[in-house]
């Protein structure tokens, strides 16, 4: 089964093809910003529809496959940038209508679990999700993930790239911030805002551009302390849900799991519970045609497909919203006889 997934949420377009859950293409293009700002919902779309079609032959090139191959096409419908995730939307619909194949919606986080929890080899994991647009502990349970803590304003990876930009440090943030936190000697006392198993880091992110403008500390020690704060906000929360939850591995997802610091944590984190650490490849980490693709595999095996006058696009969907009856398909050793509700 030849699946292509089409994924543009955010700053990313990118195309993959699975064949029966291998990975054969996974080829991307990401709008940068000018700098000193963020993302333009327009100008990210108006790029990837400029780079689409592009995208869409070397991903082809690549998986040495050619369009009529194809059994269906997955796309992401949400969460994302309305411009932008309708540019997906609408290469997906163009290819399902000359082709006459089937469409299969995506949901975006889930797909970054998914594809985590593929190429780590875990079966049954706590999940932690982080990106520009996800903070969430998130495990399976009675047929959806469901979430266990979550950020109630800006995902970990917009705050660090929201803070970046602010003192100068340019696009992408987290890389950029972490580099200059290695010239600091010291870590400034900044707000650790966690609600329950909730968090919050505007007001980490606000304290630490207040004391930059005002001069009270230099660049790399406020670098510092806002990571190792918010790496320690996230360590935990984590550290109650796999209490509560008796998990015994522990997956990262998202863009936010390149950071090699937050690995050191996660890794004192696991060494101390005797659990797996298992995080998702550099090369999927970030937004990715590989991830939608996989995922529209898994979901169209199990009957999951829309036409193109039901498919939809949907900038706000939360990931405990998705029915996720693919899940014991992946490591059905787990599932003891149960089936996904």
């Known amino acids: 089964m030849l699946i292509v997934g089409v994924e543009s949420t955010a700053h990313t377009i990118g195309i993959?093809?699975?064949?029966?859950?291998?990975?054969?293409?996974?080829?991307?293009?990401?709008?940068?910003?000018?700098?000193?700002?963020?993302?333009?919902?327009?100008?990210?779309?108006?790029?990837?529809?400029?780079?689409?079609?592009?995208?869409?032959k070397r991903a082809l090139e690549r998986s040495r496959k050619k369009l009529?191959?194809?059994?269906?096409?997955?796309?992401?419908?949400?969460?994302?940038?309305?411009?932008?995730?309708?540019?997906?939307?609408?290469?997906?619909?163009?290819?399902?209508?000359?082709?006459?194949?089937?469409?299969?919606?995506?949901?975006h986080g889930v797909a970054?679990?998914?594809?985590?929890r593929a190429l780590t080899g875990s079966c049954d994991p706590l999940v932690l999700l982080i990106s520009g647009g996800h903070t969430m502990i998130v495990g399976f349970a009675d047929g959806k993930y469901r979430v266990f803590g979550e950020t109630l304003d800006l995902a970990i990876g917009n705050a660090i790239d929201k803070f970046a930009r602010d003192v100068g440090l340019g696009y992408p943030g987290v890389p950029a911030v972490e580099k200059c936190a290695e010239r600091a000697e010291s870590v400034l006392p900044l707000p650790m805002n966690i609600?329950?198993?909730?968090?919050?880091?505007?007001?980490?992110?606000?304290?630490?551009?207040?004391?930059?403008?005002?001069?009270?500390?230099?660049?790399?020690?406020?670098?510092?302390s806002l990571v190792e704060t918010a790496y320690y906000m996230l360590a935990e929360v984590l550290e109650r849900a796999?209490?509560?939850?008796?998990?015994?591995?522990?997956?990262?997802?998202?863009?936010?799991?390149?950071?090699?610091?937050?690995?050191?944590?996660?890794e004192a984190i696991a060494a101390d519970r005797g659990l797996s650490l298992k995080i998702v490849p550099p090369e999927y980490a970030g937004d990715n045609g590989a991830m939608i693709a996989l995922t529209g595999y898994y979901a169209f095996?199990?009957?999951?497909?829309?036409s193109v006058e039901e498919s939809?696009?949907?900038?706000?969907?939360?990931?405990?919203?998705?029915?996720?009856?693919?899940?014991?398909?992946?490591?059905?050793?787990t599932s003891s006889g149960r089936t996904p509700s």
Not at 17 to 46: C, F, M, Q
Not at 207 to 214: E, I, N, Q, S
Not at 312 to 333: A, N, T
């Open 16 to 56: 993959g093809i699975v064949e029966d859950g291998e990975v054969l293409a996974n080829v991307n293009d990401t709008y940068v910003p000018p700098a000193g700002s963020g993302i333009h919902p327009r100008e990210a779309a108006e790029h990837h529809a400029k780079v689409a079609v592009a995208l869409l």
């Open 68 to 107: 009529d191959e194809i059994d269906a096409i997955a796309y992401s419908a949400g969460p994302g940038l309305g411009p932008a995730l309708r540019i997906g939307a609408v290469l997906a619909r163009a290819l399902s209508v000359r082709l006459g194949k089937p469409l299969v919606p995506v949901h």
């Open 112 to 116: 970054h679990v998914e594809i985590a």
């Open 195 to 224: 609600i329950g198993q909730d968090l919050a880091f505007s007001g980490l992110v606000t304290r630490a551009v207040d004391l930059y403008r005002r001069g009270k500390a230099e660049l790399p020690t406020l670098c510092k």
């Open 242 to 266: 796999l209490a509560y939850t008796g998990k015994r591995e522990l997956v990262v997802a998202g863009g936010v799991a390149r950071s090699a610091r937050l690995r050191q944590i996660l």
């Open 301 to 306: 095996r199990r009957g999951i497909k829309v």
């Open 312 to 333: 939809f696009v949907k900038q706000r969907w939360r990931l405990d919203q998705v029915d996720v009856p693919w899940f014991y398909d992946i490591c059905p050793s």
